[in-house]
């Protein structure tokens, strides 16, 4: 039995993103006053991402408590879409999404944190803030995905998905380039045409990979559990 309800766990960890959303645009960055402002960095699309995909776990267990008991068929039918919206957000935008914020922004940081987080940024964001924007996230998905059973759609859908998301970045993060003269990351001042469009190309194909990981880590957690389940079955029969 778990410590800690997983229904808790969820609602804490929905109430953290909250807390380090308002604390994020409490800060006056100079970059949150230019075109795009938040928008234009995917550190804050994913910590948006996260919010709403717990707040839809949230308001999934809240709906399966009121129709727990009920013989109301368009409740079971709103229940089943809630569940299809959770397992898909999962799938396609939370885990592999913030997989690649963390673990692309922690090695880029390590190589040469100027070209992702510049040292003046330290004088706007408390090492607190960047841990819950850059570190956390990773760990609470996980735990998500440990307590929970998250059915995946098919790969080729599921890839097809995540690979418009990306590609909707590059094309908004060309845009406030064309708008503004500036490239939302320094990496990119720093790299010729040729050098950017691998890049692009490296971005998508990386945020592909951590979906089909996502995917192979949910059934090993899930096949892992079902089969130590079966042999608890065995030894008790």
């Known amino acids: 039995m778990a410590l800690i309800p997983s229904q808790i766990l969820r609602v804490a960890i929905l109430l953290s993103y909250f807390s380090i959303l308002c604390n994020y645009k409490a800060i006056d960055m100079p970059a949150h006053q230019t075109y795009g402002g938040s928008w234009k960095f995917l550190t804050f699309i994913d910590l ?11 308001l999934t267990d809240l709906s399966s408590l009121l129709t727990k008991g ?7 039918r709103q229940l089943r879409k809630l569940i299809s919206l959770r397992d898909w957000m999962m799938a396609v935008l939370a885990f592999p999404v913030g997989a690649f914020v963390v673990t692309m922004f922690w090695t880029l ?27 956390t996230v990773l760990p609470f998905i996980i735990i998500e995905m440990r307590t929970t059973h998250h059915r995946y759609p098919s790969r080729t859908c ?15 993060m060309c845009w406030v380039h064309s708008m503004t003269g500036v490239w939302v990351y320094p990496l990119l001042e720093h790299i010729g045409p ?12 990386l945020i ?30």
């Open 194 to 205: 040729m050098a950017r469009i691998l890049f692009f190309i490296c971005l998508t194909a």
């Open 158 to 172: 599921g890839l097809f998905a995540v690979c418009m998301f990306a590609v909707g970045y590059v094309v908004w």
């Open 48 to 58: 948006v991402i996260q919010a709403v995909f717990f707040g839809v776990c949230v």
């Open 70 to 76: 009920s013989a109301s068929m368009e409740q079971e």
């Open 208 to 237: 592909s990979v951590y979906y089909v990981l996502g995917e192979i880590l949910n059934n090993y957690i899930w096949d892992s559990s079902k089969s130590t389940l079966e042999s608890e079955k065995t030894k008790t029969d």
């Open 109 to 135: 940081y390590v190589y040469d944190r100027d070209l992702v987080y510049p040292r003046l940024l330290d004088n706007f964001i408390p090492q607190w803030l960047n841990h819950g924007m850059h570190t």
